[in-house]
């Protein structure tokens, strides 16, 4: 089970001015966050970092971070997360890959 810990860690993409959100969730959870957030129309979108893990990153823009932030606490008892806290190469999530 997630254990409840200190605030998400924030990184900003200069380049494209999104804000990640990176976090850690339970791994029957993932789809959920998917649906949460991408329900609220153009506040975030989420992006599975690591399925096996349960990493997520949320993006949003600067304008809807503290909105995104709110959101993710008040669904914090029905959907726990924490901060995912190792370093991560920002370039890698906007990099396009064809498939």
Request: proline share 4%; glycine share 8%; charged share 25%.
């Amino acid at each position: 089970m997630i254990s409840e810990g200190s605030s998400p860690k924030i990184y900003t993409k200069n380049q494209d001015g999104a804000v990640l959100i990176l976090l850690e969730v339970e791994r029957p959870t993932i789809v959920l966050f998917h649906a949460w957030i991408e329900g609220y129309d153009g506040m975030a979108t989420v992006k599975t970092i690591d399925e096996g893990r349960g990493v997520i990153a949320v993006i949003t823009t600067e304008d809807f971070k503290g909105q995104v932030i709110s959101f993710l606490e008040s669904v914090r008892a029905e959907l726990p997360w924490r901060p995912f806290s190792e370093e991560i190469s920002t370039d890698e999530l906007f990099e396009y890959r064809e498939v």
